[in-house]
């Protein structure tokens, strides 16, 4: 990589940011440390991600926002520039991402329609990285406190739910509903119900993922996605797996545990599966988590 023609060319920032996706899969952060800083540093001698096309543009803040939620850092590129291609919604091409082949199109799963009390927990938790988000630079104590007291409310709404059963068969209203439809309604409460505890939990501690969210939670919370079958995840929205991948990453970023790597291979995968499809979606997502991130850090005050 010493001729700059050639080590700053698109095929060499795609192949180093596919390296960095790789290591998070693998979860090699040491060698994701350094291939993120070589995507930074030919992005910069490049002359900046306005130098690059836009599907190249996505690939590497894909990369970028993937590393800074794992790593809990900020991310390489300023958020002004986050936003400006945010915006674009043009779909990131297959070969980018390492499709040798076109994939077939394939028709959407049928929209699964989420229990109340599922849909009530995500709301609750939008609601509350929202109102963390729309803290000023500088809180006040009691801009802190109405965090605290909706962080305890969240939480106690959710300790009220039921942790496993919410639909049977018996009950449910839809007549072509089955059993297995049932079941997979109720794993998909539960692993949405344990995620949005950790969240409540990390909030109301004001401490970063890693050390607000135990290995026990984690590996809990990975078997608990990892149980919900693909489809109810598509028809559910790939969106909200993601969210919920995301408050574990940090601390499953280094454990070897098949549950934990099972994670890790989820969240990229639902990343640039929802990238290759819409790319405001994933990045508006993931921007929002890592601006969370920064104020568990106190980098917000």
Request: hydrophobic letters at 45%; a negative charge.
């Amino acid at each position: 990589m010493a001729a700059p023609e050639t080590s700053t060319s698109d095929g060499t920032i795609a192949a180093v940011a596919k390296l960095v996706l790789s290591d998070i899969f693998y979860g090699e952060t040491q060698d994701l440390r350094v291939h993120v800083n070589g995507v930074r540093n030919m992005v910069s001698l490049r002359g900046e991600l306005d130098s690059l096309g836009i599907e190249l543009v996505k690939m590497v803040l894909l990369a970028d926002l993937l590393t800074a939620v794992t790593l809990e850092v900020a991310p390489s590129f300023s958020y002004p520039e986050l936003v400006l291609h945010e915006s674009t919604t043009s779909s990131l091409n297959h070969t980018r991402f390492g499709f040798d082949h076109p994939t077939p199109a394939v028709p959407p799963s049928p929209r699964t329609k989420l229990h109340s009390s599922t849909t009530a927990m995500l709301k609750d938790i939008d609601f509350l990285i929202d109102t963390v988000l729309a803290l000023p630079s500088r809180p006040s104590p009691w801009d802190l406190q109405k965090v605290q007291s909706m962080s305890a409310w969240v939480h106690g709404r959710l300790l009220s739910l039921e942790a496993t059963t919410i639909v049977t068969t018996d009950t449910c209203k839809d007549p072509t509903s089955s059993s297995s439809s049932s079941t997979d309604m109720n794993l998909l409460h539960r692993a949405v119900r344990l995620a949005s505890l950790a969240y409540c939990r990390a909030i109301q501690s004001r401490r970063c993922f890693s050390q607000g969210v135990q290995q026990g939670h984690v590996v809990e919370l990975a078997e608990a996605v990892g149980n919900v079958p693909l489809e109810t995840w598509e028809g559910a929205s790939l969106k909200t797996l993601l969210l919920l991948l995301a408050v574990a990453l940090p601390t499953a970023r280094d454990m070897d545990m098949q549950e934990c790597c099972t994670l890790r291979t989820m969240m990229v995968a639902a990343a640039v599966q929802i990238a290759l499809t819409d790319w405001s979606v994933v990045a508006r997502t993931m921007s929002r988590v890592v601006e969370l991130q920064a104020w568990l850090r106190g980098c917000l005050d």
